[in-house]
């Protein structure tokens, strides 16, 4: 088994330019989220989302990030778990500012 699909930074972009009903969803620490986010994002840490799914609708794909890409694998594959379609963003926000946004704030 090898777990979510990862979508790239630029696959993620032309998903959001298209308009398609997705759910982006930042599992960082607040501390995080506040030095870079993508708008539109809900916030979910990764520790609490057990508790916070019903935030979430199931009809709906969820696209997880984080700051490299790594917990949002692990949110990714606990969400697939329990039934959502889901992908994670491939090297994560890092990843975002490197390739789309270069004047946003990385740490």
């Known amino acids: 088994m090898s777990g ?3 979508v790239t930074p630029g696959e993620l972009h032309a998903l959001i330019e298209a308009g398609d009903d997705l759910q982006l969803v930042d599992v960082r620490e607040t501390w995080e989220t506040e030095l870079a986010v993508l708008p539109g994002a809900l916030v979910l840490p990764l520790g609490r989302l057990p508790e ?3 935030a979430l609708d199931p009809d709906r794909l969820v696209v997880t990030y984080c700051h490299h890409g790594i917990r949002s694998a692990q ?3 606990y969400l697939e778990g329990i039934g959502f379609e889901v992908r994670h963003l491939a090297g994560g926000i890092d990843a975002w500012a490197e390739e789309l946004d270069p004047g946003m704030r990385r740490y």
Do not use: I, R, S
Request: aromatic residues 0%.
């Open 75 to 77: 949110a990714a594959a």
């Open 52 to 54: 916070l799914t019903e």
């Open 4 to 6: 979510p699909d990862e």
